[in-house]
């Protein structure tokens, strides 16, 4: 099955630093990556949607300007916390798809565990 | 707005006995149903998916039947192991050129040998 990776796979980093996660999909093109954060305990939430060269959809109450979503190629997007506080820590997932190849079906990084101090 | 309901956890059972786990859902259109599975420390892999009503997915011994008329998707299998413990998340994607994942809460299985 489609593989997809994710690093770091934990991070942790002090008050008002930006992180970066990558997201990759390794043995397909993904036309289309979204961005989750799960809390402990608690689903997945959808935070954002990115298709390859254009600007990420970002899901109501998600801050654009502080989860930096970039989709440069078809293998590769990065979500930046830019200046990190406590409450962003969390599970950070990402999913990868390519309709032209599976349809509707996402493939799902092992995920980012993110702590700020 | 689609929305996504599972039974809540845990839901312990003995090694061998019958499992379902219980997903409703509340969608416009018609909507693809998943369900996917998060081993402990493991990001989440699709476990099955159904693409319209009356379909069964099936895969490693778990069934679910898309039922339109019941809005459900309830997950089945019928003699579960050790390693069957695991979060199991059901999920609709709406379909019409949006293919965002809509999650319910996750049930945590735990089998007990």
């Known amino acids: 099955g489609a593989v997809v990776s994710q690093h770091p796979s934990w991070v942790i980093c002090k008050s008002g630093t930006s992180v970066k996660i990558e997201c990759r999909s390794l043995d397909f093109q993904a036309t289309t990556m979204f961005w989750y954060r799960q809390f402990p305990k608690q689903s997945l939430m959808l935070m954002a949607t990115?298709?390859?060269?254009?600007?990420?959809?970002?899901e109501q109450g998600v801050e654009k300007d502080k989860f930096l979503i970039n989709h440069a190629s078809l293998t590769l997007s990065t979500l930046t916390v830019t200046s990190a506080h406590p409450e962003d820590s969390s599970f950070y997932i990402c999913?990868?798809?390519?309709?032209?190849?599976?349809?509707?079906?996402?493939?799902f990084g092992p995920g980012t565990r993110l702590l700020v101090l | 707005g689609d929305s996504v309901t599972q039974m809540e956890g845990p839901v312990t059972l003995s090694e061998e006995a019958f499992l379902t786990i219980n997903c409703t859902y509340t969608a416009t259109g018609y909507p693809s149903l998943f369900w996917y599975v998060q081993y402990p420390g493991e990001g989440l892999q699709l476990l099955l998916k159904?693409?319209?009503?009356?379909d069964k997915g099936s895969n490693k011994g778990f069934e679910a039947t898309y039922r339109k008329e019941t809005t459900s998707f309830h997950l089945e299998k019928g003699s579960v192991q050790v390693s069957d413990s695991a979060v199991y998340f059901c999920?609709?994607?709406?379909?019409?050129?949006?293919?965002?994942?809509?999650f319910g809460s996750g049930t945590r299985l735990q089998v007990q040998p």
């Open positions: 999920a609709l994607s709406p379909g019409e050129g949006r293919r965002a994942l809509t």
């Open positions: 999913s990868a798809s390519n309709p032209g190849l599976a349809g509707e079906t996402q493939y």
């Open positions: 990115s298709n390859e060269g254009s600007k990420a959809t970002y």
């Open positions: 159904a693409t319209k009503a009356d």
